[in-house]
Protein backbone atom coordinates (compact mmCIF):
# COMPACT_ATOMS: atom_id res chain seq x y z
CA UNK A 1 0.00 0.00 0.00
CA UNK A 2 3.04 2.29 0.59
CA UNK A 3 3.99 4.53 -2.03
CA UNK A 4 0.57 4.57 -3.52
CA UNK A 5 -1.24 8.16 -3.66
CA UNK A 6 -4.29 8.46 -3.12
CA UNK A 7 -5.77 8.44 -6.70
CA UNK A 8 -3.82 4.99 -7.68
CA UNK A 9 -5.67 3.93 -4.65
CA UNK A 10 -8.97 5.00 -5.52
CA UNK A 11 -8.18 3.15 -8.70
CA UNK A 12 -7.51 -0.23 -7.61
CA UNK A 13 -10.31 -0.65 -5.28
CA UNK A 14 -12.12 -3.82 -5.27
CA UNK A 15 -15.74 -2.68 -5.68
CA UNK A 16 -16.94 -5.89 -4.07
CA UNK A 17 -15.28 -5.45 -1.26
CA UNK A 18 -15.52 -2.33 -0.38
CA UNK A 19 -19.22 -1.20 0.76
CA UNK A 20 -20.93 1.64 1.17
CA UNK A 21 -23.17 2.10 4.56
CA UNK A 22 -26.15 1.54 2.53
CA UNK A 23 -25.17 -1.85 0.72
CA UNK A 24 -24.11 -3.12 4.05
CA UNK A 25 -25.42 -1.08 7.34
CA UNK A 26 -24.16 -1.94 10.76
CA UNK A 27 -26.95 -4.27 11.70
CA UNK A 28 -25.15 -6.61 9.25
CA UNK A 29 -21.63 -6.04 10.29
CA UNK A 30 -22.55 -6.85 13.52
CA UNK A 31 -25.30 -9.44 13.21
CA UNK A 32 -26.34 -12.70 15.53
CA UNK A 33 -22.62 -13.47 17.02
CA UNK A 34 -20.86 -10.98 15.89
CA UNK A 35 -21.88 -8.34 18.30
CA UNK A 36 -21.75 -10.33 21.57
CA UNK A 37 -19.01 -8.68 23.16
CA UNK A 38 -17.19 -5.61 22.11
CA UNK A 39 -13.52 -6.09 20.33
CA UNK A 40 -11.75 -3.68 18.50
CA UNK A 41 -9.84 -4.72 15.19
CA UNK A 42 -12.17 -7.48 14.07
CA UNK A 43 -12.84 -8.03 10.72
CA UNK A 44 -16.50 -7.12 9.13
CA UNK A 45 -17.71 -10.62 8.31
CA UNK A 46 -18.73 -10.08 4.94
CA UNK A 47 -15.24 -10.20 4.03
CA UNK A 48 -14.46 -13.06 4.98
CA UNK A 49 -17.77 -14.30 3.50
CA UNK A 50 -16.48 -13.16 0.31
CA UNK A 51 -13.08 -15.15 0.64
CA UNK A 52 -14.80 -18.02 1.72
CA UNK A 53 -17.27 -17.98 -1.28
CA UNK A 54 -14.36 -17.20 -4.06
CA UNK A 55 -11.43 -19.20 -2.99
CA UNK A 56 -12.72 -22.24 -1.13
CA UNK A 57 -15.87 -24.83 -1.05
CA UNK A 58 -17.65 -26.21 1.54
CA UNK A 59 -15.93 -29.40 3.73
CA UNK A 60 -12.64 -26.76 3.33
CA UNK A 61 -11.03 -26.68 6.59
CA UNK A 62 -9.98 -22.54 7.21
CA UNK A 63 -7.31 -21.66 9.71
CA UNK A 64 -7.09 -18.70 11.26
CA UNK A 65 -3.89 -18.28 13.08
CA UNK A 66 -4.67 -14.52 14.94
CA UNK A 67 -8.50 -15.74 15.84
CA UNK A 68 -9.32 -12.42 17.69
CA UNK A 69 -12.90 -12.45 18.53
CA UNK A 70 -13.52 -15.71 15.78
CA UNK A 71 -15.38 -13.80 12.67
CA UNK A 72 -13.76 -16.63 10.66
CA UNK A 73 -14.46 -19.56 12.78
CA UNK A 74 -18.09 -18.04 12.55
CA UNK A 75 -18.18 -17.56 9.20
CA UNK A 76 -16.62 -20.81 8.02
CA UNK A 77 -19.15 -22.37 9.94
CA UNK A 78 -22.16 -21.11 8.58
CA UNK A 79 -20.15 -21.60 5.26
CA UNK A 80 -20.03 -25.18 5.93
CA UNK A 81 -16.30 -25.70 6.56
CA UNK A 82 -14.49 -26.98 9.83
CA UNK A 83 -12.56 -24.20 11.52
CA UNK A 84 -9.45 -23.50 13.32
CA UNK A 85 -8.76 -20.28 15.58
CA UNK A 86 -5.40 -19.94 17.25
CA UNK A 87 -4.56 -16.61 19.61
CA UNK A 88 -2.58 -15.47 22.30
CA UNK A 89 -4.92 -13.64 24.04
CA UNK A 90 -7.21 -15.95 26.86
CA UNK A 91 -10.28 -13.86 26.50
CA UNK A 92 -10.27 -14.07 22.72
CA UNK A 93 -10.10 -17.55 23.38
CA UNK A 94 -12.67 -17.53 25.40
CA UNK A 95 -15.16 -15.42 23.45
CA UNK A 96 -14.30 -17.19 19.91
CA UNK A 97 -15.02 -20.88 22.32
CA UNK A 98 -18.80 -19.06 23.02
CA UNK A 99 -19.19 -17.86 19.79
CA UNK A 100 -19.04 -20.97 18.15
CA UNK A 101 -19.96 -23.55 20.99
CA UNK A 102 -23.13 -25.53 20.51
CA UNK A 103 -26.34 -25.42 23.47
CA UNK A 104 -29.11 -26.52 24.44
CA UNK A 105 -30.46 -23.32 24.41
CA UNK A 106 -33.31 -24.10 26.69
CA UNK A 107 -30.77 -24.96 29.60
CA UNK A 108 -28.77 -22.00 28.08
CA UNK A 109 -31.16 -19.59 28.92
CA UNK A 110 -31.99 -20.99 32.40
CA UNK A 111 -28.66 -21.14 34.05
CA UNK A 112 -27.99 -17.71 32.54
CA UNK A 113 -31.27 -16.40 34.39
CA UNK A 114 -30.62 -18.65 37.12
CA UNK A 115 -27.21 -17.14 37.52
CA UNK A 116 -28.63 -13.31 37.83
CA UNK A 117 -31.25 -14.56 40.49
CA UNK A 118 -28.71 -16.28 42.35
CA UNK A 119 -26.52 -13.27 42.20
CA UNK A 120 -29.31 -10.76 42.61
CA UNK A 121 -29.69 -12.53 46.51
CA UNK A 122 -26.37 -12.23 47.14
CA UNK A 123 -25.01 -8.93 46.38
CA UNK A 124 -22.39 -7.96 49.08
CA UNK A 125 -23.40 -10.54 51.74
CA UNK A 126 -20.01 -12.89 50.29
CA UNK A 127 -17.77 -9.97 49.40
CA UNK A 128 -15.22 -11.65 46.47
CA UNK A 129 -11.65 -11.07 46.43
CA UNK A 130 -11.06 -8.03 44.43
CA UNK A 131 -7.45 -6.64 42.97
CA UNK A 132 -6.90 -3.63 43.24
CA UNK A 133 -7.30 -2.32 39.89
CA UNK A 134 -11.15 -3.68 40.00
CA UNK A 135 -11.09 -1.88 43.29
CA UNK A 136 -9.96 1.82 41.62
CA UNK A 137 -11.96 1.30 38.35
CA UNK A 138 -15.70 0.34 39.77
CA UNK A 139 -17.84 1.80 41.99
CA UNK A 140 -18.45 -0.25 45.05
CA UNK A 141 -22.01 -1.20 44.59
CA UNK A 142 -21.04 -1.86 40.98
CA UNK A 143 -18.06 -3.92 41.58
CA UNK A 144 -20.29 -5.94 44.78
CA UNK A 145 -22.64 -6.60 41.80
CA UNK A 146 -20.42 -8.05 38.94
CA UNK A 147 -18.11 -10.19 42.11
CA UNK A 148 -21.79 -11.48 43.22
CA UNK A 149 -22.43 -12.48 39.98
CA UNK A 150 -18.85 -14.29 39.05
CA UNK A 151 -19.68 -16.16 42.46
CA UNK A 152 -22.90 -17.48 41.29
CA UNK A 153 -21.63 -17.96 37.85
CA UNK A 154 -18.92 -19.98 38.71
CA UNK A 155 -21.49 -22.89 39.90
CA UNK A 156 -22.60 -23.61 36.26
CA UNK A 157 -21.39 -26.52 34.76
CA UNK A 158 -19.49 -26.37 30.78
CA UNK A 159 -20.13 -24.61 28.67
CA UNK A 160 -22.92 -22.29 30.33
CA UNK A 161 -19.68 -21.31 33.20
CA UNK A 162 -18.06 -19.50 29.94
CA UNK A 163 -21.17 -17.83 28.59
CA UNK A 164 -21.50 -16.50 31.84
CA UNK A 165 -18.15 -15.18 32.12
CA UNK A 166 -18.40 -13.42 28.44
CA UNK A 167 -21.54 -11.57 29.65
CA UNK A 168 -19.77 -10.66 32.83
CA UNK A 169 -16.62 -9.59 31.20
CA UNK A 170 -19.19 -7.07 28.38
CA UNK A 171 -21.34 -5.59 31.84
CA UNK A 172 -17.37 -4.82 33.26
CA UNK A 173 -16.77 -3.33 30.29
CA UNK A 174 -19.60 -1.34 30.10
CA UNK A 175 -19.75 -0.90 34.33
CA UNK A 176 -16.13 0.76 34.27
CA UNK A 177 -15.98 4.81 36.06
CA UNK A 178 -14.90 5.45 32.49
CA UNK A 179 -16.63 8.44 30.48
CA UNK A 180 -19.37 7.69 27.82
CA UNK A 181 -17.33 8.62 24.64
CA UNK A 182 -13.80 6.58 25.76
CA UNK A 183 -15.26 3.06 26.45
CA UNK A 184 -11.92 1.61 24.08
CA UNK A 185 -9.13 3.07 26.02
CA UNK A 186 -9.48 5.19 28.92
CA UNK A 187 -6.49 5.75 31.10
CA UNK A 188 -7.55 7.00 34.33
CA UNK A 189 -11.34 6.45 35.99
CA UNK A 190 -13.90 9.28 35.89
CA UNK A 191 -15.06 9.75 39.36
CA UNK A 192 -17.23 12.83 39.00
CA UNK A 193 -20.06 14.14 36.53
CA UNK A 194 -18.14 15.09 33.06
CA UNK A 195 -19.25 17.12 29.66
CA UNK A 196 -20.27 14.29 28.02
CA UNK A 197 -19.03 14.29 24.15
CA UNK A 198 -21.83 11.64 23.27
CA UNK A 199 -24.97 12.91 25.19
CA UNK A 200 -24.24 16.79 24.80
CA UNK A 201 -24.95 17.04 28.47
CA UNK A 202 -23.12 16.43 31.84
CA UNK A 203 -23.19 12.80 32.74
CA UNK A 204 -21.88 11.06 35.71
CA UNK A 205 -20.12 8.09 35.75
CA UNK A 206 -21.79 4.61 36.62
CA UNK A 207 -22.41 3.48 40.21
CA UNK A 208 -24.19 0.19 39.11
CA UNK A 209 -23.19 -3.10 36.89
CA UNK A 210 -26.86 -4.61 37.23
CA UNK A 211 -28.52 -3.63 34.26
CA UNK A 212 -25.95 -4.25 32.64
CA UNK A 213 -25.96 -7.59 33.45
CA UNK A 214 -29.55 -8.04 33.07
CA UNK A 215 -29.21 -6.23 29.48
CA UNK A 216 -26.41 -8.43 28.05
CA UNK A 217 -28.13 -11.79 29.57
CA UNK A 218 -31.26 -11.42 27.27
CA UNK A 219 -29.26 -9.99 24.12
CA UNK A 220 -26.34 -13.17 24.61
CA UNK A 221 -29.31 -15.68 24.50
CA UNK A 222 -31.38 -13.90 21.89
CA UNK A 223 -27.43 -13.91 19.69
CA UNK A 224 -26.82 -17.46 20.40
CA UNK A 225 -30.17 -18.28 19.60
CA UNK A 226 -30.21 -16.59 15.99
CA UNK A 227 -26.31 -18.62 15.53
CA UNK A 228 -28.13 -21.78 16.20
CA UNK A 229 -30.58 -21.43 13.12
CA UNK A 230 -27.43 -20.81 10.99
CA UNK A 231 -24.75 -22.63 12.75
CA UNK A 232 -23.57 -26.00 10.35
CA UNK A 233 -22.69 -29.48 11.63
CA UNK A 234 -19.51 -28.65 11.72
CA UNK A 235 -16.02 -28.88 13.79
CA UNK A 236 -14.65 -25.72 15.51
CA UNK A 237 -11.62 -25.87 17.29
CA UNK A 238 -10.26 -22.85 19.40
CA UNK A 239 -6.42 -22.80 20.76
CA UNK A 240 -4.55 -20.58 23.20
CA UNK A 241 -1.16 -20.96 21.70
CA UNK A 242 1.64 -18.54 20.06
CA UNK A 243 0.61 -18.46 16.60
CA UNK A 244 4.47 -19.48 15.99
CA UNK A 245 4.73 -22.50 17.24
CA UNK A 246 1.31 -24.47 17.51
CA UNK A 247 0.76 -27.31 16.35
CA UNK A 248 -2.72 -27.78 14.12
CA UNK A 249 -4.64 -30.73 14.94
CA UNK A 250 -6.83 -30.58 11.65
CA UNK A 251 -4.57 -29.61 8.71
CA UNK A 252 -6.06 -26.49 7.02
CA UNK A 253 -7.35 -26.52 3.17
CA UNK A 254 -6.61 -22.83 3.60
CA UNK A 255 -6.20 -19.47 5.63
CA UNK A 256 -7.60 -16.49 6.41
CA UNK A 257 -6.24 -14.24 8.97
CA UNK A 258 -5.77 -10.70 10.17
CA UNK A 259 -2.75 -9.86 11.79
CA UNK A 260 -2.02 -7.34 14.58
CA UNK A 261 -0.33 -4.48 13.02
CA UNK A 262 2.52 -2.68 14.52
CA UNK A 263 2.24 -0.66 17.29
CA UNK A 264 -1.69 -0.41 16.90
CA UNK A 265 -3.33 -2.43 20.19
CA UNK A 266 -2.99 -4.02 23.25
CA UNK A 267 -5.10 -6.60 22.86
CA UNK A 268 -4.34 -8.15 26.07
CA UNK A 269 -5.23 -4.88 27.90
CA UNK A 270 -8.14 -4.43 25.69
CA UNK A 271 -9.50 -6.80 27.81
CA UNK A 272 -8.11 -5.92 31.16
CA UNK A 273 -11.36 -5.88 33.11
CA UNK A 274 -11.79 -9.80 31.76
CA UNK A 275 -8.42 -10.61 32.90
CA UNK A 276 -9.22 -9.09 36.57
CA UNK A 277 -12.16 -10.56 37.20
CA UNK A 278 -12.22 -13.98 35.57
CA UNK A 279 -8.12 -14.75 36.49
CA UNK A 280 -7.11 -15.48 33.15
CA UNK A 281 -4.06 -16.75 32.32
CA UNK A 282 -1.61 -13.39 31.16
CA UNK A 283 0.65 -14.05 28.20
CA UNK A 284 1.25 -10.25 26.55
CA UNK A 285 4.93 -10.43 26.34
CA UNK A 286 3.95 -13.21 23.43
CA UNK A 287 1.59 -10.89 21.73
CA UNK A 288 3.03 -9.80 18.33
CA UNK A 289 3.20 -5.89 17.21
CA UNK A 290 1.72 -4.84 20.81
CA UNK A 291 0.66 -0.79 21.13
CA UNK A 292 3.03 -0.95 23.96
CA UNK A 293 6.43 -1.99 22.18
CA UNK A 294 5.42 1.08 20.21
CA UNK A 295 6.57 1.60 16.39
CA UNK A 296 10.75 2.21 16.28
CA UNK A 297 13.01 0.46 14.11
CA UNK A 298 13.57 -2.47 16.64
CA UNK A 299 9.99 -2.72 17.34
CA UNK A 300 9.06 -3.28 13.41
CA UNK A 301 12.32 -5.45 13.07
CA UNK A 302 10.93 -7.66 15.18
CA UNK A 303 7.73 -7.28 14.05
CA UNK A 304 8.88 -8.58 10.61
CA UNK A 305 10.97 -11.43 12.54
CA UNK A 306 7.87 -12.70 14.40
CA UNK A 307 5.13 -12.77 11.53
CA UNK A 308 7.98 -14.40 9.35
CA UNK A 309 7.98 -17.01 11.85
CA UNK A 310 4.35 -17.08 11.61
CA UNK A 311 3.42 -17.28 8.63
CA UNK A 312 6.57 -20.19 8.74
CA UNK A 313 4.78 -22.26 10.86
CA UNK A 314 1.43 -21.97 8.90
CA UNK A 315 2.75 -22.83 5.53
CA UNK A 316 4.32 -25.65 6.84
CA UNK A 317 1.30 -27.38 8.18
CA UNK A 318 -0.79 -26.50 4.62
CA UNK A 319 -0.92 -28.54 1.67
CA UNK A 320 1.12 -27.29 -1.37
CA UNK A 321 -1.00 -24.59 -3.16
CA UNK A 322 -3.47 -23.59 -0.87
CA UNK A 323 -4.87 -20.33 -0.50
CA UNK A 324 -4.01 -18.02 2.46
CA UNK A 325 -5.47 -14.83 2.55
CA UNK A 326 -4.10 -11.68 4.98
CA UNK A 327 -5.94 -8.99 5.23
CA UNK A 328 -3.36 -6.28 6.49
CA UNK A 329 -2.79 -2.51 6.78
CA UNK A 330 0.80 -2.40 5.51
CA UNK A 331 1.22 1.17 5.73
CA UNK A 332 5.19 0.82 6.61
CA UNK A 333 5.01 -1.78 3.30
CA UNK A 334 6.65 -4.65 5.89
CA UNK A 335 5.05 -7.36 3.89
CA UNK A 336 7.11 -7.89 0.86
CA UNK A 337 10.07 -8.84 3.10
CA UNK A 338 7.79 -10.82 6.10
CA UNK A 339 6.28 -13.14 3.58
CA UNK A 340 9.75 -13.79 1.46
CA UNK A 341 10.96 -15.23 4.58
CA UNK A 342 7.85 -17.22 4.72
CA UNK A 343 6.88 -20.21 2.91
CA UNK A 344 4.18 -18.39 1.04
CA UNK A 345 4.19 -16.81 -2.47
CA UNK A 346 1.94 -13.30 -3.46
CA UNK A 347 -0.53 -14.09 -6.44
CA UNK A 348 -2.80 -10.91 -6.03
CA UNK A 349 -2.91 -7.74 -4.01
CA UNK A 350 -6.60 -6.66 -3.62
CA UNK A 351 -7.48 -2.74 -2.25
CA UNK A 352 -10.06 -2.80 0.15
CA UNK A 353 -11.56 0.98 1.03
CA UNK A 354 -12.73 0.74 4.53
CA UNK A 355 -14.80 4.00 5.20
CA UNK A 356 -16.56 4.05 1.93
CA UNK A 357 -19.02 2.66 4.48
CA UNK A 358 -19.17 6.35 6.45
CA UNK A 359 -18.77 7.73 3.26
CA UNK A 360 -15.72 9.73 5.36
CA UNK A 361 -13.22 11.43 2.90
CA UNK A 362 -10.78 13.38 5.65
CA UNK A 363 -8.36 10.04 7.17
CA UNK A 364 -8.99 7.40 4.27
CA UNK A 365 -8.38 4.19 5.45
CA UNK A 366 -7.59 1.48 2.60
CA UNK A 367 -6.10 -1.97 3.97
CA UNK A 368 -5.16 -4.69 1.21
CA UNK A 369 -5.63 -8.51 0.73
CA UNK A 370 -3.18 -10.27 0.29
CA UNK A 371 -3.66 -13.42 -1.83
CA UNK A 372 -0.99 -16.35 -1.00
CA UNK A 373 -0.51 -19.64 -2.13
CA UNK A 374 1.61 -21.99 0.08
CA UNK A 375 4.53 -22.90 -1.54
C1 LIG B 1 -6.28 -8.01 14.19
S1 LIG B 1 -6.61 -9.11 15.53
C2 LIG B 1 -7.58 -10.38 14.74
C3 LIG B 1 -9.01 -10.01 14.67
C4 LIG B 1 -9.90 -11.05 14.02
N1 LIG B 1 -9.70 -11.11 12.61
C5 LIG B 1 -11.36 -10.77 14.33
O1 LIG B 1 -12.18 -10.61 13.42
O2 LIG B 1 -11.72 -10.67 15.51
C6 LIG B 1 -5.07 -9.86 15.85
C7 LIG B 1 -5.04 -10.94 16.93
O3 LIG B 1 -3.71 -11.49 16.99
C8 LIG B 1 -3.52 -11.97 18.31
N2 LIG B 1 -2.08 -12.25 18.53
C9 LIG B 1 -1.06 -11.40 18.79
N3 LIG B 1 0.10 -12.06 18.94
C10 LIG B 1 -0.18 -13.39 18.78
C11 LIG B 1 0.60 -14.59 18.82
N4 LIG B 1 1.90 -14.57 19.10
N5 LIG B 1 -0.02 -15.78 18.56
C12 LIG B 1 -1.37 -15.82 18.33
N6 LIG B 1 -2.15 -14.72 18.31
C13 LIG B 1 -1.58 -13.51 18.53
C14 LIG B 1 -4.09 -10.85 19.19
O4 LIG B 1 -4.39 -11.33 20.47
C15 LIG B 1 -5.34 -10.47 18.35
O5 LIG B 1 -6.47 -11.16 18.83
Not at 221 to 236: G, K, S, T
Request: net charge negative; charged share 25%; glycine share 6%.
Amino acid sequence: MSGRTQEALYAEIDLELSWSEDELPQVERTKHVHSLHPYLGKFVPQLVEVFLTRYFSPGSCIYDPFVGSGTTLVEANVFGADAVGCDISAFNCLLSKVKTARYSLGELELALRGTLEEARRHVGSEPGQASEWLVRWYAPRALAELLAYREASQRLSPPYDDVARVVLSRAARSARLTKHFDLDFPRVPTTEPYHCLKHKRECRPVEEAWKFLVRYTSDTVRRLREFAALRADHEVVVLHEDARTVRLPLEPTGVITSPPYPGLIDYHEQHRYAYELLSLRDRREQEIGAAAAGRSKAALNAYIETMGEVLDNTASQMPRDAWALIVVNDSQNLYPAILENAGLLLEERITRHVNRRTGRRAGEFFEDVLVCRAA
